[in-house]
């Protein structure tokens, strides 16, 4: 079973940047999507951006095309997404989240990730 967990996550200004990354463990992310997610209270959990297994094919969310980017390094077993010209709108809890089967192709949907970090809380204030 893999563990994994998030962090970098923390108050900024809106305009301004944040990279928050996840490492799993018990488990290779190799060869495996990777996928964030954010959710804040009373609404559903939204998709941010996806990634294949190879780092070659990325999804992203309209609302967050060309601010964020989505990157793995395997070495490393960590997933990052680095988050430019934040605005008040994107404060949520990011969560990462990883497909089960190897090979499957990164996913915009929650119900295709079984794995789940704990998230960590973004806040973006004017």
């Known amino acids: 079973q893999v563990q994994m967990v998030e962090s970098g996550g923390g108050p900024v200004q809106a305009g301004e940047s944040l990279r928050v990354s996840c490492v799993a463990s018990g488990r290779t992310f190799s060869g495996y999507a990777l996928g964030w997610f954010r959710q804040v209270p009373g609404k559903e959990r939204e998709f941010v951006a996806a990634?294949?297994?190879?780092?070659?094919?990325?999804i992203y969310a309209d609302s967050v095309k060309g601010r964020f980017t989505i990157s793995r390094d395997n070495a490393k077993n960590t997933v990052y997404l680095e988050m430019n010209s934040l605005k008040p709108e994107d404060t949520a809890v990011y969560y990462c989240a990883a497909r089960a089967q190897r090979w499957d192709s990164p996913s915009r949907y929650t119900r295709d990730y079984p794995a789940w970090g704990q998230g960590t809380q973004v806040t973006v204030s004017t």
């Open positions: 990634i294949d297994w190879s780092g070659s094919g990325t």
